[in-house]
């Protein structure tokens, strides 16, 4: 079945620095991908998603200059997370989808210190 | 109304026993259905989809999609300890995107 790969796994930073996740499909072109967040024991929050060659569309409430999503190619979304604060502090999960069919990333906990 | 609604639970049931999880769903997500389990740390991952109303079984699984009252459930037969997780239901107008509902955490006793 079709793969995607996020990194890091973990990533502990101290606040005011900027963090990087990469989210890659191994396996198929992606067009598009999806940016999740997810808090301790609530469900998976849509933040962004991303179109390969275009800006990315935002749900609301969520910063779009804090939160900053490139998808340069067909392969590969970056989520940039700004000026990172504790409260930033969270499993953010991509995801793409191929023919229809979802797929996730193993997920990316951020810890700010 | 929330896009999907589910009952967080916790659901206990005993080993070897039936699972029976719940979804409803609102008019804007009303084309396809997932059902994702969860594993603490771990990301989501596809367990059952259903487009099409009645039941659709695949091993120990069976998702039953009902249209008419927007409502789509997920059993789970002779339950083990390794089933023991979150379920989260979703549901999709066909825009590529998915709703989640909040999740329904499972515990199967041994």
């Known amino acids: 079945g079709a793969v995607v790969s996020q990194h890091p796994s973990r990533v502990i930073c101290k606040s005011g620095t900027s963090v990087k996740i990469e989210c890659r499909s191994l396996d198929f072109q992606a067009t598009t991908m999806f940016w999740y967040r997810q808090f301790p024991k609530q469900s998976l929050m849509l933040m962004a998603t991303?179109?390969?060659?275009?800006?990315?569309?935002?749900e609301q409430g969520v910063e779009k200059d804090k939160f900053l999503i490139n998808h340069a190619s067909l392969t590969l979304s970056t989520l940039t997370v700004t000026s990172a604060h504790p409260e930033d502090s969270s499993f953010y999960i991509c995801?793409?989808?191929?023919?229809?069919?979802?797929?996730f990333g193993e997920g990316s906990r951020l810890t700010v210190l | 109304q929330k896009e999907v609604e589910q009952n967080s639970g916790p659901l206990s049931v005993p080993e070897g026993a039936i699972a029976s999880l719940n979804c409803t769903y609102s008019d804007r997500v009303s084309q396809s259905f997932f059902w994702y389990r969860q594993y603490s740390g771990k990301s989501p991952e596809l367990i059952m989809s259903i487009y099409s109303n009645g039941d659709k079984e695949d091993g120990r699984f069976t998702a039953q999609l009902n249209k008419a009252s927007q409502y789509v459930s997920l059993l789970i037969r002779d339950s083990q300890p390794s089933d023991s997780a979150t379920y989260l239901c979703?549901?999709?107008?066909?825009?590529?995107?998915?709703?989640f509902g909040t999740g329904t955490r499972l515990t199967v006793i041994p």
């Open positions: 991303s179109n390969e060659g275009s800006k990315a569309t935002y």
């Open positions: 979703a549901a999709t107008p066909g825009a590529n995107n998915l709703f």
């Open positions: 995801s793409a989808t191929d023919t229809g069919e979802l797929f």
